[in-house]
């Protein structure tokens, strides 16, 4: 497996990243959409983080395998003028043929690496999977507290949400 950061996806980045959105949609994540979800959707999704990598304001960190990308992460950079300091992890996902062989760690231990280089010292994300808390606490994430009634799950329903940091 390899780790690789996107400053212009291509056509085919693109396409993998879109299936990879899509996959974890229908696979019940609470990622910020709801089904039914559309390719259109996520063209659309991917096109704005594509336009946000290319002015810098984000890191796209991806994790791909012999079959292509499998993974996802980003770190928002851009944060207000009072926390030049922080960062966000957005969006680590993960198609769930890929899950359980290392991918969700060696995207977040990417994920660190390339904040630090950016100059952050704090990390913050949510989740709303149990599976994720136990692969951010493994990291060395600290668990902040929980939020009920969050978000909508994809097919519908109110889900939680967990909130972490890490100090780099």
């Given amino acids: 497996m390899q780790i690789r950061q996107l400053t212009q996806p291509t056509a085919a980045d693109m396409q993998a990243l879109c299936e990879v959105l899509s996959d974890c949609v229908e696979g019940g994540a609470s990622v ?18 594509a336009q ?39 969006k680590m996902l993960v198609h769930r043929r890929a899950r359980r062989r290392g991918v969700g760690e060696a995207l977040m231990r990417a994920a660190e690496q390339a904040a630090r280089a950016s100059g952050k010292t704090l990390l913050v994300l949510d989740t709303a ?10 990291c060395g ?11 909508l799950l994809p097919q519908g329903g109110y889900c939680d949400t967990v909130y972490f940091y890490k100090q780099l």
């Avoid at 994430?141 to 978000?151: D, E, F, K, L």
């Fill in 52 to 90: 946000s990598a290319a002015r810098g304001e984000r890191h796209l960190l991806v994790a791909e395998d012999a079959s292509g990308i499998v993974g996802t992460v980003q770190v928002v950079l851009e944060q207000p003028e009072n926390q030049p300091h922080r960062g966000d992890v957005s």
């Fill in 32 to 49: 910020s959409f709801m089904q039914p979800f559309t390719q259109d959707k996520a063209r659309s999704f991917w096109s704005g983080v």
């Fill in 141 to 151: 994430w600290q668990r902040v507290g929980s939020i009920p009634n969050y978000a």
């Fill in 129 to 138: 999977s149990a599976e994720a808390e136990r692969l951010y606490q493994r």
